[in-house]
């Protein structure tokens, strides 16, 4: 039997599509869905859909796709649902109209133990700043960006050579069971809210938009923190850095996707590298070096370090650059 609960779903990307799919799976009446308009996308620009898209039309569910949430045309569709909640996963901020709208409310699927990690990539610095544990979190949307009262959360461990997209695939999951738990209380009104609060004594991590600026690898860091940085960024956006021959003035673009950190005490400068030129690439940082195992030149594909190491081979005196 379906729910009579009339929910509008905000989603865009695969990691949305898992809690889509489990409401419908357990006969909740989602009467929209709403995501990203069609981009052009890769080198050939084709108009693609988004995951949440496809999805829903393979399901014939109702897609509004709108440029602005603002806009009168959408908000007077908006109205004609008729929603009793709203539920946000991977969606763009909404404006107070839009989330005030539905009488029990908007909930949004958080991928961070709020109040940590607080912005648009929770995932990724969690795994930067070297956190053994994180979690899911739901919670009713309020005006500012993640800080509205706190339905429910489930902690996960962070394995310590877990990647980012590693960890993005097991919290799609646990988040969609979450997202089910917490329409389900809401439902049978079983709920009770948290207020956000900071522990004392204990900083509240941000989690910003990753973009060129931050997600450049340099030499400055400790071994252990240069290692969490790759496997944060990785497989997307990527760190990226710059290897320079002081001698011949040329340089070298890298995307590093996977690293292996050893501890070692030396005396050696940060951003050393050191090669055979046949099966490993060592760049030293304090207090301990890293491996690179798979890199990508700028507009190659890419390879794992020895076929990397068969197309290129370091002469002179190469470094990672600071």
């Known amino acids: 039997m379906k729910s009579a609960l009339r929910i509008v779903f905000y989603g865009t990307p695969e990691f949305a599509v898992p809690a889509l799919d489990i409401l419908l799976k357990n006969n909740f009446d989602v009467v929209a869905v709403v995501t990203a308009p069609d981009r052009p996308s890769g080198r050939g620009q084709k108009i693609v859909s988004s995951a949440v898209k496809d999805y829903a039309v393979e399901h014939q569910i109702p897609v509004l796709q709108p ?19 709203q539920i946000v996963v991977a969606f763009r901020m909404l404006p107070e109209e839009v989330w005030k709208l539905p009488k029990k409310g908007t909930f949004n699927l958080h991928g961070s133990l709020l109040p940590q990690y607080r912005g648009a990539a ?97 030499n400055k860091k400790i071994f252990s923190d240069a290692h969490n940085f790759i496997r944060g960024l990785s497989p997307y956006p990527t760190a990226y850095c710059e290897f320079f ?45 890293l491996d690179f195992l798979e890199l990508q030149v700028a507009g190659r594909n890419k390879v794992v370090i020895k076929d990397f190491l068969n197309g290129f081979k370091f002469e002179g005196h190469w470094s990672l650059r600071g």
């Open 67 to 85: 440029v602005k949430l603002k806009h009168e045309s959408f908000l007077s569709e908006l109205k004609s649902l008729q929603p009793d909640l």
């Open 122 to 218: 929770p995932i990724n610095w969690a795994i930067i700043n070297g956190e053994t544990e994180t979690g899911v979190t739901t919670f009713f949307l309020r005006h500012e960006i993640d800080t509205g009262d706190i339905l429910f959360q489930e902690k996960m461990t962070i394995a310590p050579d877990e990647t980012a997209g590693e960890l993005h695939d097991r919290m799609m999951k646990i988040g969609a069971s979450l997202v089910l738990k917490t329409v389900q209380a809401i439902e049978d009104g079983t709920f009770r809210t948290t207020i956000q609060s900071g522990k004392q004594n204990s900083p509240v991590h941000a989690a910003p938009k990753l973009n060129k600026e931050n997600t450049r690898l340099d």
């Open 245 to 289: 021959n002081a001698e011949s003035g040329v340089s070298l673009s890298l995307k590093i996707f996977k690293s292996v950190a050893h501890p070692i005490v030396h005396s050696k400068i940060p951003g050393t590298i050191e090669t055979d030129n046949k099966s490993y690439l060592r760049v030293y940082f304090l207090k301990g070096y």
